[in-house]
């Protein structure tokens, strides 16, 4: 017998996939205090903290439907990315807000490679600091030899005993003494984050800064690092990493580290919190590369550099 489908079947099939790829926000639990304390109700693209990984190569073209299943209107802001300016997720700027159940397609070009990351940009306070964001990286076309790499979100997150979210967004300190600053530091929505490595291993690290108001001062143990971008930006030449690193909001710092600490030792990305310095992410050595060290790591191949011409600029005139 010949196989048919009926057509409202098929329909329905292809509207599924059309090749858009969803990024549902959406309230959802999550394990963000230890185990004692309860689940903590974040909002999160597809549920998730941080929101799924967004990974490309450079020149490749993003394209994601933006549903949005919370009570608020939102959008994505695409941070760091050069991008047309329908698609910057601006409310009221560059695009309406998209109305709780509806959903909006964004579609545009990786210009850079680099560490980048997307996020709500409506109530941005209370839409990010409850969750709404992820990384999203732009491969270059020759990376480096590595023998692992680990993106890391830093976070602090403002809970209550009940390790539920603070819901005052508007609170006049916070506004009048630069923001909110959260209690619970965590990363990539873990408080004890720990990635098992061998000695003389090689790491690329992919730091991003999804806090409101924290500066993160952070520094490397057990482990020799080399800062080779900001903000996804490549440096002209590596830089040695010898004193405080800081990590602003929004900021990105992508570095590469080899593992010096020995077997059995562990490793540290440290913060400094006052006059202590704890560990922000560990790195337990559970053995020995097989490699010896490498040599230092060259260059990031430089993004592109887009002319800017000045034949349409309009001269400002003072009165
Ligand atoms: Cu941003």
Known sequence: AALSLPAVGLRAAMAQDDGMAELRAVKALHQLAPAEYPATEIWGYDGAAPGPEIRLGQGERLRRRLVNALDQPSTIHWHGIRIDNAMDGVPELTQEAVAPGD?????????????YWYHAHNQSPEQVGRGLYGPLIVEESAAPELDAEHVLILDDWRLDDQ???????????????????????????????????????RLRLRLINAANARIF???????????????????????PVTSEMM??????????????????????????????????????????????RRPAPGALPPNPVTALSTDDTIPVVLP
């Open 217 to 239: 001062p952070l520094g490397l143990k057990g482990l020799e690092g080399w800062i080779m971008a900001y903000d996804g930006m490549p440096l002209p030449a590596p830089v």
């Open 163 to 201: 390790a539920q979210i603070d819901p005052d967004f508007a609170s006049g300190h916070d506004l009048s003494h630069g923001g909110r600053m959260g209690n619970f530091i965590a990363t990539n929505a873990q408080f004890d984050l720990a990635l098992p490595v061998q000695q003389n291993q």
């Open 103 to 115: 959903s909006f397609d964004y579609d545009f070009v990786l210009p850079d490679a680099g560490t």
């Open 247 to 292: 990590l602003a909001p929004a900021q990105r710092i992508d570095l590469i580290v080899d593992v010096t600490a020995a077997e059995g030792d562990e490793a540290y990305l440290v913060r400094f919190d006052r006059d202590a310095a704890v560990a922000q992410v560990s790195f337990p050595v559970t053995g020995r590369g097989a490699l010896g």
